[in-house]
């Protein structure tokens, strides 16, 4: 895991998107305009969290996350999403 030099604010986190599925399970392969945003990630940075709420996430962590959540952001070249901690549903 690379160590990012980006800092999010108070209950904000980075998440890295899983990549999105290539194929489905019979072995069909999906086309790139057809493939789904995954839903799921790995947390790669979080903020301090509020002054009266801490965040219960930490780097490293793998998270479930609502379908449009987030905003879409690249560092270094590589794609990530920032979003609240409330929009994430669960670690897994």
Known sequence: MSKLNV???ADRVI???APAEEKTA????IP???KEKPMKG???????GKKDE???????????????????????GKDYLIMRESDIYAII
């Open 15 to 17: 998440v890295e998107p």
């Open 26 to 29: 019979s072995g069909i392969i």
């Open 54 to 76: 801490p965040l219960t996430v930490k780097v490293g962590d793998n998270v479930l996350y609502g379908k449009y959540a987030g905003t879409e952001i690249q560092i270094d």
């Open 42 to 48: 790995k947390v790669v940075a979080v903020g301090n």
């Open 7 to 9: 800092k999010p604010l």
């Open 32 to 34: 790139d305009t057809a």
